[in-house]
Each structure stands twice: as structure tokens, then as C-alpha cells.
């Protein structure tokens, strides 16, 4: 199991950070990654983090996002910066046994976090 903690509301060119936390066998040796879905659009991927390798980032979040896996509270941390009105959707965390190129794919979801940002 997964849960996300963070997301809020912020202005343009403002900072979050999200957490995605879980147990450690998951942490370990499974792929994690951060989703996310605006209205009326598909979800889609933002950042996601095989067992011992680097992140994986969507071109519209690379350079502004950044995705680290925090040892000591088994979690995925997601540092937003940046943030454009574009960014705002319900980011989900997700995780499974690999890293999938279709986010339907991944077995377990969070129940999400709202991110707003406002121009």
C-alpha cells in the first residue's frame, strides 16, 4: 500500500512537496512513481523510480520536479518547483513490481492529493 501526504494550493512559480509513503519490502525493491490526473484528461505519468536507478520524468515536469526516495521514512518524495497552472491535478502515488509505460497498469494507487496553482 501506498499514501500520499502534502499537495495544497500555491501561486505561480511557487513550491510543494508531496510524500508517498510505504512499507520497506515495497520501497526496496519495487518501482514507485508519482501520477497525475487534471480534469478531463487522461492520467498521466510525472515521475517514476526503479529499484536502484535514477528517476524517470515526464518533458513537461524535467528540470522543475524532482523525485527522491527518502530512506528513512520509505518514502518517495516529490519536490515541485516552479509550478505553473498547468501542473494542477490530483497527483496520485502508485507502485508494482516494475515500472510500466501505461499508468493502468500499476496495481496500487493512493487515494491522491489535490495540487492547485493559481496564475
Known amino acids: 500500500q501506498v499514501h500520499e501526504s502534502g499537495g495544497g494550493s500555491v501561486q505561480a512559480g511557487g513550491s510543494l512537496k508531496l510524500s508517498c509513503t510505504t512499507d520497506?519490502?515495497?520501497?526496496?525493491?519495487?518501482?514507485m512513481g508519482w501520477f497525475r490526473q487534471a480534469p478531463g484528461k487522461e492520467r498521466e505519468a510525472v515521475a517514476t523510480?526503479?529499484?536502484?536507478?535514477?528517476?524517470t520524468y515526464a518533458d513537461s515536469v524535467q528540470g522543475r520536479f524532482t523525485a527522491s526516495k527518502n530512506n528513512a521514512n520509505t518514502s518517495l518524495d516529490l519536490q515541485m518547483n516552479s509550478l505553473k497552472p498547468e501542473d494542477t491535478a490530483m497527483y496520485y502515488c502508485a507502485e508494482d513490481f516494475r515500472c510500466w509505460s501505461v499508468p493502468s497498469r500499476y496495481r496500487d494507487w493512493g487515494q491522491g492529493t489535490q495540487v492547485t496553482v493559481s496564475p
Open positions: 520497506q519490502y515495497t520501497f526496496d525493491y519495487y518501482c
Open positions: 523510480v526503479a529499484p536502484h536507478e535514477s528517476p
